[in-house]
């Protein structure tokens, strides 16, 4: 919801300053007039040219911006993975207004080809910089035309390229921007500088491109960045193929402390690169080391090609860098609701967290908690390392937490519909995986009357 209105919003505060600057009577002649010259066809071609231009711009200044990790940006968005989940649609939304604005370019063919060249307006008046430079700016918005359209599709097509080549290409992103602003620059009409247009885009393209260099720099999230070191690792559980790690982490002094259910980017190894791990303790609930440094928890699983074998890499004393902390996840929600938790696999992490919170001593911070339903859904009840700490701290949590355990080993499977029965309004917090996720999602909008809240654990 949040996501549709932010978009509504930024497209439509461009569309009325557009409105403002478009010529009176446009689309009110006919296409082609009684002498067969296709004004009106031409005026409306270059209005739409200019309309879906504008959007496309506005909506990548936006994606921009939203990729900085702005913490003020949380709060209204829901967290941080909704941050980027706005990221990503303003990003197709861009791709799709600029095909429409590459369909409204090639449009001038088809209409010379049919009524000829009669009634086509003339280029109007660039600021006096650009005037020689029409058709350089043209080409320049062109190729970056067709390298977003690339980017953008290997985004959406996952299966085309792995995760770690896409976000190295995915950086080229704030390059393309700075070609598609100087197109804008160099193409938008000197009217509409003079008219409040003028503001709203000279505004967005500042800022985007401010963005842009600011992650060219690599200065994305650096000041929330703490240098820390391995304090102990271990393998859980059988210690297999499978089986996740934990590792605690001892942060400075100045690491600001986090909410039970967020999460961090963490850096075990510069080549590799930062990854998102959620904190599966409580704030405090490790207490610190013997030099004093506050400790936090991570449970990885060894879900892809890098996780993989980091338990085999990752020794004590080892620096590491985590970055955060972010995300809204926090399982409350209004009185009048059933708190319900849906955990899948190592979705869990954040339920470990908001239960330690809920232990006997921990620190005071979930004074406004409720009682609460946690369905863990698990490939195999018996072999599951995480069940075995989650059991007691279900049992002693306060606020009461009911823990119901979904074995697939056994063919039990949580629905939907299975959440039906609980009866009256439900916040819904999940995490797990992306199709249970979805039915659930769906289910939501349904006649039910349920508030989803969901962490997503996929930034792509
Ligand atoms: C908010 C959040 C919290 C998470 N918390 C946990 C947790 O507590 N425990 C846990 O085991 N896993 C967690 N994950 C998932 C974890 O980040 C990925 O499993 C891990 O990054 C996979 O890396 P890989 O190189 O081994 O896998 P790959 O095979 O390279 O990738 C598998 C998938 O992991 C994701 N991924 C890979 N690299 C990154 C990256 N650098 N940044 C973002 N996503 C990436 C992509 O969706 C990719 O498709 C979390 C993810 C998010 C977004």
Redesign the pocket.
């Known amino acids: 919801m949040r996501i549709k209105v932010a978009l509504g919003t930024v497209l439509g505060v461009i569309t009325l300053a557009w409105l403002a600057v478009m010529p009176a009577g446009t689309g009110m002649q006919p296409l082609v007039d009684a002498q067969g010259a296709a004004t009106g066809c031409w005026q409306l071609r270059q209005q739409a040219l200019y309309l879906t231009g504008l959007w496309s711009i506005g909506l990548m200044a936006l994606a921009l911006v939203l990729a900085l990790r702005l913490p003020w940006l949380e709060r209204p968005l829901g967290g941080?993975?909704q941050v980027y989940r706005l990221h990503k649609w303003a990003g197709i939304g861009a791709a799709l207004a600029a095909i429409a604005h590459w369909g409204a370019k090639e449009s001038s063919g088809w209409i010379k080809a049919l009524w000829g060249r009669a009634g086509k307006p003339v280029h109007e008046a660039v600021l006096p910089w650009f005037t020689d430079a029409r058709g350089f700016a043209k080409d320049l918005g062109e190729w970056a035309f067709y390298l977003l359209l690339a980017l953008v599709a290997v985004t959406l097509l996952?299966r085309l390229l792995?995760?770690?080549p896409w976000?190295l290409l995915h950086r080229a992103m704030p390059l393309l921007f700075l070609a598609l602003a100087l197109h804008t620059l160099a193409l938008m009409p000197l009217a509409f500088w003079a008219a409040p247009l003028g503001l709203l885009m000279g505004t967005l393209l500042a800022t985007g491109s401010l963005a842009a260099l600011w992650s060219l720099a690599g200065r994305v999230g650096r000041a929330r960045s703490h240098a820390g070191r391995i304090h102990a690792v271990r393998a859980l559980g059988d210690g297999g193929p499978q089986a996740?790690i934990e590792v605690v982490c001892a942060l400075p002094a100045h690491w600001p402390g986090h909410c039970a259910g967020q999460?961090a980017?963490v850096r075990f190894d510069r080549a590799e690169?930062?990854?998102?791990?959620?904190i599966?303790s409580a704030p405090g609930s490790l207490g610190t080391s013997e030099a004093g440094e506050p400790l936090l928890r991570?449970?990885?699983?060894?879900?892809?090609?890098?996780?993989?074998t980091?338990g085999q890499r990752l020794r004590v004393g080892q620096r590491v860098d985590i970055e955060g902390p972010y995300?809204r996840f926090d399982g409350r929600g209004r009185p009048d609701r059933l708190q319900v938790w849906v955990a899948g696999g190592?979705g869990v992490?954040p339920f470990l967290a908001l239960l330690e919170a809920r232990q006997p001593g921990a620190a005071p911070a979930q004074a406004c908690a409720q009682p609460a339903h946690l369905h863990y859904c698990t490939r195999d009840a018996t072999r599951d390392p995480l069940l075995a700490r989650l059991r007691p701290l279900c049992a002693q949590a306060q606020p009461p937490v009911r823990l119901s355990v979904h074995d697939a080993a056994l063919g039990q499977r949580l629905t939907p519909q299975a959440l039906e029965d609980l009866g009256g309004p439900l916040d819904l917090w999940f995490c797990g995986p992306q199709g249970l996720g979805d039915a659930l999602a769906a289910h939501s909008r349904g006649p039910r009357v349920w508030r989803m809240h969901r962490?997503?654990?996929?930034?792509?």
């Open positions: 941080l993975d996952t792995a995760y770690r976000r996740p999460f980017f690169g930062q990854h998102p791990f959620t599966a991570l449970v990885i699983k060894p879900l892809g090609d890098y996780t993989r980091l995300g190592v992490t962490e997503s654990f996929a930034l792509r």
